[in-house]
Each structure stands twice: as structure tokens, then as C-alpha cells.
């Protein structure tokens, strides 16, 4: 079977196709034909060397992807070759053909979801879901407002949202990342490339605050989503890249708090519960991932390239 192996940390050119041997499962693990393998950013971050996690080389990149089981190992009662499944969590790297997971990273399939979305739940909707609800508590008519709503983790918290009755201010960075925000529900769409549109924002709220930021660039937002928080609100950094200066009075005076979030950090049962709570939004398309591109699995280098670009759509997946 074919894999992406790397070999060393380095620019996209180093994630490499190469012939592998096929897998086998051990016990608890199930071995996936991939059809379509999600591709994250924090995958360019461990490849580029960037991001404090080790590895061992050489390495096959993935955390997400989607396809029928192939075969299980020992003790694995809940599942069957054949049967459709995604997956989030990876013991042998997802940019491949075949994937061996623990069973506890696999998860149903419904029918009325493709492969290529089902490469797009995992990371994405497991992250918006212990944004909004594990870490802001999000309630019924609350206003949010998604500070990068148009990628993979925007579409996500926005479909989120949307099944939880909250209001929902989004920002995009392009006119088809805004056009895609507004047809996913946002009540209002603002270009977070566009000077002045912290403005719009306020203009929006109307002497309101926001009760919920989901931040996906606080290195950039942090201050400015500190000026429009309302009286206890929550901001919920999800993505950074650099160094912020902020305000802190800004939060004293507004009871607010500013919650870190990573996804990695969720224990098992919090995983079950956030992914058995994904199964009916899936079931109904009420959460429907939206695919903006796919690479072949030879492109992958394209891929991650096309992953930190500015002009978000949906997901980027990679087709094995
Ligand atoms: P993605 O699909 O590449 O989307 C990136 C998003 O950031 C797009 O909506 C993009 O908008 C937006 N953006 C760009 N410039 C912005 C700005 N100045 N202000 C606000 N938003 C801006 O990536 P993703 O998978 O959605 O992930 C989003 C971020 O969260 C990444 O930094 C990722 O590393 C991080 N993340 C964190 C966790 C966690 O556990 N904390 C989990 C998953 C992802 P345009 O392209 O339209 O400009």
C-alpha cells in the first residue's frame, strides 16, 4: 500500500509517497481502507518542526480520516470488516491507504455522509464543540462571534451554534469564505481583512457585547475581541501564532475570561461524549462538512501548502 512518509522536519517537499507493507491489527486496533484522509494545520506545524510533540521517524502525518474497516484486531467487539466508518486519532498516520486506529478513535459513518466529510469531523468538530460548550458553556441565545469562520473549525462552530440556538456573528478573510459563512447560517458576515471591521462588529451589536469569541487567530484578535466582550463573556483562544499585547483592564472591567483550548487535551470520556454528541447532527446533516478541495495523496506537499494559505473554504482533504 502507498504512504506519505517524512523523513526529516523540513517544507512541504519532504512529505514523500513510498511503498509500504499492508497492516495488520493488534488487539483493541482495526485496520481502515482510507478513502479520504482530513488534512489539519497542526499537521504542517509538526512537519515544518514547529509544534512541541515528538516523533519518531520516519513518520506517516494524519489525524483524521474516513473509510471501511478492513479488518479487526483481538477483543474488538464493535466493529466489523466492512462497516463505514471515520476516524480521530491514528496509530500509524492517516495520509495513507491503510490506517491501523484504536477502536476507540473510530466512529460510525452515517450513510448520508461522504467520505471526504467524514475526513473533516474530527478534529474540526470535536475542537468547535469543546469550544463552545466544555470550555464557554454556550447557551440558548447567547451571540457569538466566530473570529475565522470560514475553515475547518469556523464551519464547524458555526453549525455548532446554529444547532444550539445562538446567535452568530461570523468573519472571513475572502468574498467566497464570506459567501460560504452567510449560506451556513451566520446571521452576520464582517471581512476580517478589512480595516475597520471591529467597527461593523460594534455597529452589529449595538451597544450589546459579544458573549462568546471563538478566536482563531488571538495572536492578531485578542485585544480588539476584549473591546467588544460583554459583561461575563468567555473568549475561547483556539488558534494562535504568535505573541498578543492585550488589555487585561479590558477583561477586569467586563468580568470576562480568556480560556485556553486544545483538543488534545480531552481525556477518553470527554471524546466519547463529544463524538457520541456529534452522531445525530451528522445523522440529519445538520452538521455537514463542507469540503472546499481535495489532493490526490501524492500531492500531499500541495496540501499543506494550501492549508496555512489565506482565502479558508471548508476542508481540505487528501484522497489516498
Ligand atoms: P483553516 O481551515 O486553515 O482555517 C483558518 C481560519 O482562520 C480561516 O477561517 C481563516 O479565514 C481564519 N483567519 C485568517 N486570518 C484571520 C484573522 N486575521 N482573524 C481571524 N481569522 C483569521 O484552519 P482550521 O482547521 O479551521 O484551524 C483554525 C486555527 O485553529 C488554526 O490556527 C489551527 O492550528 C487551530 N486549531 C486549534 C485547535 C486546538 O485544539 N486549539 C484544534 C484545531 C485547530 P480566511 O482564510 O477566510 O482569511
Known amino acids: 500500500m502507498k504512504a506519505i512518509k517524512v523523513y526529516k522536519f523540513g517544507d512541504p517537499q519532504v512529505l514523500q509517497i513510498e511503498d509500504v507493507v499492508t497492516l495488520v491489527p493488534e488487539a483493541g486496533e482495526v485496520v481502515v481502507d482510507v478513502k479520504a484522509a482530513g488534512v489539519n494545520p497542526v499537521d504542517a506545524y509538526i512537519r515544518s518542526g514547529n509544534y512541541p510533540v515528538s516523533v519518531n521517524f520516519p513518520y506517516t502525518p494524519g489525524i483524521d480520516g474516513a473509510g471501511i474497516i478492513k479488518a479487526v484486531g483481538e477483543n474488538v467487539k464493535k466493529f466489523a470488516a466492512g462497516d463505514r466508518i471515520y476516524f480521530s486519532g491514528c496509530q500509524s498516520g492517516a495520509y495513507a491507504q491503510e490506517a491501523k486506529c484504536l477502536s476507540s478513535q473510530v466512529?460510525?459513518?452515517?450513510?448520508?455522509?461522504?467520505?471526504?466529510?467524514?475526513?473533516?469531523?474530527?478534529?474540526?468538530?470535536?475542537?468547535?464543540?469543546?469550544?463552545?460548550?466544555t470550555k464557554a458553556r454556550a447557551v440558548d441565545q447567547e451571540i457569538i462571534f466566530i473570529h475565522g469562520?470560514?475553515?475547518?473549525?469556523?464551519?464547524?462552530?458555526?453549525?455548532?451554534?446554529?444547532?444550539?440556538?445562538?446567535?452568530?456573528?461570523?468573519?472571513?478573510?475572502?468574498?467566497?469564505?464570506?459567501?460560504?459563512?452567510?449560506?451556513?447560517?451566520?446571521?452576520?458576515?464582517?471581512?476580517?481583512?478589512?480595516?475597520?471591521y471591529m467597527k461593523e462588529v460594534a455597529r452589529i451589536l449595538n451597544g450589546q457585547g459579544v458573549d462568546i469569541v471563538v478566536e482563531m487567530l488571538a495572536n492578531v484578535n485578542l485585544d480588539a475581541d476584549l473591546n467588544i466582550i460583554a459583561k461575563n463573556g468567555r473568549i475561547v483562544v483556539v488558534g494562535c501564532r504568535g505573541e498578543a499585547v492585550i488589555h487585561p483592564r479590558l477583561a477586569m472591567v467586563q468580568d470576562a475570561t480568556i480560556l485556553g483550548m486544545a483538543v488534545m487535551n480531552a481525556s477518553l470520556e470527554e471524546r466519547i461524549k463529544i463524538f457520541s454528541s456529534l452522531a445525530e447532527g451528522l445523522k440529519t446533516n445538520k452538521l455537514n462538512p463542507v469540503i472546499g478541495k481535495s489532493f490526490s495523496l501524492p500531492d500531499a506537499a500541495?496540501?499543506?501548502?494550501?492549508?496555512?494559505?489565506p482565502g479558508a473554504y471548508g476542508k481540505i482533504v487528501l484522497i489516498p
Open 107 to 133: 466512529f460510525f459513518l452515517p450513510e448520508n455522509i461522504s467520505f471526504e466529510q467524514g475526513a473533516a469531523v474530527g478534529i474540526p468538530y470535536s475542537t468547535a464543540y469543546r469550544a463552545l460548550f
Open 149 to 196: 469562520a470560514s475553515g475547518g473549525v469556523g464551519v464547524a462552530t458555526l453549525q455548532l451554534a446554529k444547532m444550539a440556538n445562538i446567535k452568530i456573528i461570523g468573519s472571513a478573510g475572502s468574498e467566497r469564505g464570506l459567501s460560504l459563512v452567510k449560506e451556513q447560517g451566520a446571521d452576520h458576515v464582517v471581512n476580517h481583512n478589512q480595516p475597520g
Open 302 to 309: 500541495l496540501a499543506h501548502e494550501a492549508i496555512l494559505a
